[in-house]
């Protein structure tokens, strides 16, 4: 068993936080924003065990960073729960959200639960939607057109909550508050969004607001039921009943949080990565390769670093004994560059085949939205690379500071139209 030192973190840096005093290791927000995190990925995989990181007196994790492993977790959840928590920011506590929300409910309760949203989100009801999710696009690139500094970074964070809130029914005026609230509960230790109380009061305060929203705007939908993701989750019938109002808040909550998550760090992962050394040209010269390129920029961005599951049973994984209550968190983006399954893994490959990447998922709770990322990465990037091109850094870029989430908040960068 490979154990990680602890040293003391600055205390401004996540007040609050259950791992605030932890070391800059694989679960330190910190070692996202600022570190080299990809080093203690590498160190990790070359492992021939199971690392444990201890957060506290009383908690501490596994970490899985090979596709084997990852694959045998994420599948097996007769032996691996999700109902205890899924993130790393609640270890130790009981998820309130277990058994109510998809991402925290395993199965077969789950996948009754999950089959009423992902008949909505299959891949002919989204391509029949191209021409919304392309209209959102121009919309949101459009500045860069003006010839002047353009924050990527921010413009794709709030485009995948103007495609989703457009699946939910939700009015457009709300959607740059909830923008701010989703990136604050997914990114709770950012400066930018930590309230004065701390990062536990930051997270709070986003669930808190989030979930108030959607409880009026899933009573109010209720008198009016359509054909919109939340009607759909509304009507949704688990245990011979409709989901509750509690649950129907819960998991619109999870559905565009999903959303805000996956779909904004690949775009802004391949602009910070790859601007000047040609992979764009290449790329904008044949876009014929747009597809598997797609796949690649979520591979290597892996937008969710981490999923948790807690074992319910004694069990070993690469040699290591796994006790019954131990965490294990799957951290993607270091399974994503397992050399034995992805030959020349540092190396963005426009036409990798195959690529079985896991950034979003695998098994059971493998992303239901996943759909909707991919047709609006591809229209995306189909756009961008035909309409500009000379893309350049216009500022310092800016990775959030979060060890659930892998991206930027901020990339300013300017671009000649075409």
Known sequence: MRQFDSQTVDQHLAPGCPMT??????????????????????ELRDLDELSWTQVDDRNGFWSVVKFDDA?????????????????????????????????ATDPPRHTIMRSSLQKALAIRPIEREQDMIRGFVLEHLQPLADGGTFDFAEAMLALPVAVGGTEMGLPREDWPHLVKLLTASSSPEDPDYLLPGGTQATLDNAHRELFAYFQDISHERRKN?????I???IKTEVDGRRMSPGEVMSNCYSVLLGAAVTTPHSPTYVLAEHMGD??????????????TAVEEALRLSSPVSHFMRYAV??????????????????????????????????????????????????????????NVARVTLRILFHELLTRFTGFEPAGTPARLRSNFVSGYKHLPIVARTR
Request: hydrophobic residues 40%; proline residues 4%; glycine residues 10%.
């Open 231 to 233: 009607s759909v989750l």
């Open 313 to 370: 049973r004694d069990t070993e994984i690469r040699g290591t004994k796994i006790k019954e209550g131990d965490a294990v968190a799957v951290w993607f983006g270091a399974v994503n560059r397992d050399e034995e399954v992805f030959p020349d893994a540092l190396t963005f490959n426009l036409r990798r085949k195959p690529n079985r990447h896991v950034a979003f998922g695998l098994g059971p709770h493998y992303c239901v939205g996943h």
């Open 225 to 229: 039921l359509g054909d919109d993701l």
């Open 278 to 291: 040609g992979l764009l040209d290449e790329w904008a010269a044949d876009l014929s390769v747009t597809p």
């Open 21 to 42: 005093a932890a070391a800059r290791t694989v679960d330190d927000p910190v070692l996202y924003s600022d570190g080299d995190y990809r080093s203690v990925w590498e």
């Open 71 to 103: 694959h045998r977790v994420l599948h097996d959840a007769e032996t691996f729960t999700s109902e205890r928590g899924t993130m790393l920011c609640i270890l130790g506590k009981e998820d309130p959200a277990g058994g109510r929300q998809l991402a």
